[in-house]
């Protein structure tokens, strides 16, 4: 019995004095993680020991999901194919044009000594798969099979077929979250294509909509205008699909008019996706040159600041948007 | 430790340490599911359950520090703010190391009834957490998580008091 007694009296510091003790850590870490971004390299341990177990436990999914698409029918295969070259056509002419338009810019810049501007195309990015959306109940996220041993970093864009999909909010070694682009408070720096009248696209956390605020009554913005990226943030390379404008009201009650739109994509639809890396710094300045060199109607309405994740709209109401990360 | 008659454990054998350990590993496990869509608001938190399983029976080895321990791994894992489980396991189990002479004096079916008061607590806390950073409310269904919990209570209890668990260490003791 002896290797088995036990003391007779509970020691140590009392319930009490441990749940003050421990929750005060809770709440330190907790600033520490939302104020000052400093633990990220607890996550990345911990992920590591983690994730080979998630995989793991995600497997039987996975390959049930890959059987059943083994086994899709015939009938779709077909359409899905005559659609996707369909695509490949479409996409073979517009890629001659921004040929054309690129080489046409290339003489231009060369004689305008900005050569940099035609590297807004040159964006390196590696094809990564969801495998499945995060355990978070309050704030769509998914996972992607990448991570910082394939280059990615925070804050690196994430695109599909179809447009933007969100952006990296955290790096595991093999696997990164993207927060996407219709989560709450998550801006993305947009252009009307019809008029380069510049906005900021931001999520609202429910699917399928996007907020573009602070749009002054008298903008030139109406319904069915299709919103790219304008590339000022140097997080998202300059003219991918973001949304299209659904709705615009004008309320004179109102000093901004309330303007949805309808995000390009729907990361439901697709199991691949694009995560765009890093640029080199003279690239990311060379879009910033860029873009301020157009002679579109630059309306001043946002400037943005972005480091990985944070945004702030600088001219209108100082309202700083929260951390997109959790 | 008290000596209260009514406490059955009290002068019982401590569980095996091996069953304590494989019990939370499973959990983690069930609790890494890739829990999706209405599962993902509903599924009770198996980890948090048999910690406070343990908390209530075994208050010499399963406490605060574990459950701080098993919370911030549940923050990495579930991807959300550091610290918030840890902060929701703490005081779930300070709950039950309050409630438990008085807990375990109860029949399995009423001992559910106060982990389910528990379990409810302790979502609460999050939400109000996670409403205080700006999310939105994710929906009623998070209610059906508690009650999950404290229905599977009972299923863990007889679980861990099958024999076959504990005859290993009666031999050992003899």
């Given at each position: 019995m002896s290797g088995y007694q036990e003391?007779?009296?509970?020691?140590?510091?009392?319930?009490?004095?441990?749940?003050?003790?421990?929750?005060?850590?809770?709440?330190?870490?907790?600033?520490?993680?939302?104020?000052?971004?400093?633990?990220?390299?607890?996550?990345?341990?911990?992920?590591?020991?983690?994730?080979?177990?998630?995989?793991?436990?995600?497997?039987?999914?996975?390959?049930?999901?890959?059987?059943?698409?083994?086994?899709?029918?015939?009938?779709r295969l077909v359409t899905e194919n005559r659609e996707l070259q369909n695509q490949v056509?479409?996409?073979?002419?517009?890629?001659?044009?921004?040929?054309?338009?690129?080489?046409?810019?290339?003489?231009?810049d060369a004689l305008a000594v900005t050569v940099a501007a035609s590297k807004r195309l040159d964006w390196p990015g590696i094809?990564?798969?969801?495998?499945?959306?995060?355990?978070?109940?309050?704030?769509r996220k998914i996972i992607l099979n990448r991570g910082t041993t394939h280059g990615i970093t925070a804050g690196v864009a994430v695109i599909d077929g179809s447009g933007v999909v969100g952006q990296v909010t955290a790096v595991g070694l093999l696997s990164s979250e993207v927060t996407l682009s219709t989560?709450?408070?998550?801006?993305?720096?947009?252009?009307?294509?019809?008029?380069?009248?510049?906005?900021?696209?931001?999520?609202?956390?429910?699917?399928?909509?996007?907020?573009?605020?602070?749009?002054?009554?008298?903008?030139?913005?109406?319904?069915?205008?299709i919103l790219v990226t304008s590339g000022i943030d140097g997080t998202y390379p300059a003219g991918l699909s973001v949304a299209t404008v659904v709705q615009v009201e004008k309320n004179p009650a109102f000093p901004f008019a309330k303007v949805i739109a309808q995000p390009a994509t729907a990361p439901d639809h697709h199991r691949f996706v694009k995560v765009l890396l890093r640029a080199s710094p003279t690239a990311v300045g060379a879009?910033?040159?860029?873009?301020?060199?157009?002679?579109?109607?630059?309306?001043?309405?946002v400037s943005i600041e972005r480091?990985?994740?944070?945004?702030?709209?600088?001219?209108?109401?100082?309202?700083?948007?929260?951390r997109a990360n959790q | 430790m008290d000596l209260s008659p009514a406490s059955r454990d009290a002068l019982s054998l401590p569980a095996p340490k091996r069953l304590v350990v494989s019990s939370l590993a499973i959990a983690l496990l069930l609790n890494l599911l890739p829990w999706g869509g209405w599962a993902l608001r509903a599924h009770p938190d198996?980890?948090?359950?048999?910690?406070?399983?343990?908390?209530?029976?075994?208050?010499r080895s399963i406490g605060q520090g574990w459950g701080f321990f098993f919370g911030l791994m549940m923050d990495v894992a579930n991807s959300v703010l550091l610290g918030q489980h840890a902060l929701t396991y703490v005081v779930a189990i300070f709950l039950v190391q309050l409630l438990r002479v008085r807990i375990l004096q109860l029949t399995v079916f009423e001992q559910a009834l106060h982990i389910g008061v528990v379990l409810l607590l302790s979502l609460v806390i999050s939400v109000l957490l996670n409403l205080s950073l700006g999310r939105d409310f994710p929906g009623w269904g998070l209610l059906f998580a508690p009650f999950f919990g404290a229905l599977l209570w009972p299923l863990v209890t007889w679980l861990a008091k099958l024999p076959m668990f504990r005859r290993r260490l009666g031999q050992l003791v003899r």
């Open positions: 003391p007779f009296f509970t020691r140590g510091p009392s319930p009490l004095a441990r749940l003050t003790f421990f929750s005060l850590a809770a709440i330190t870490i907790m600033i520490a993680d939302h104020r000052f971004q400093a633990l990220s390299w607890v996550r990345l341990g911990v992920s590591v020991a983690l994730n080979p177990i998630e995989q793991g436990l995600a497997m039987p999914g996975m390959t049930a999901r890959r059987i059943s698409n083994y086994f899709t029918d015939q009938t056509l479409e996409l073979t002419a517009l890629g001659q044009q921004a040929r054309l338009i690129q080489a046409e810019r290339t003489h231009i094809i990564a798969e969801i495998i499945r959306d995060a355990r978070n109940p309050y704030a989560e709450k408070d998550q801006p993305v720096p947009v252009m009307v294509v019809r008029n380069g009248l510049r906005a900021v696209a931001v999520g609202n956390g429910r699917e399928g909509t996007i907020d573009v605020p602070f749009m002054p009554l008298g903008a030139d913005i109406q319904s069915g205008d879009v910033e040159a860029g873009t301020a060199a157009t002679d579109y109607p630059i309306t001043d309405v480091k990985t994740g944070v945004a702030t709209i600088t001219n209108l109401g100082k309202r700083e948007t929260r | 198996f980890l948090l359950l048999v910690l406070l399983y343990w908390a209530a029976h075994e208050v």
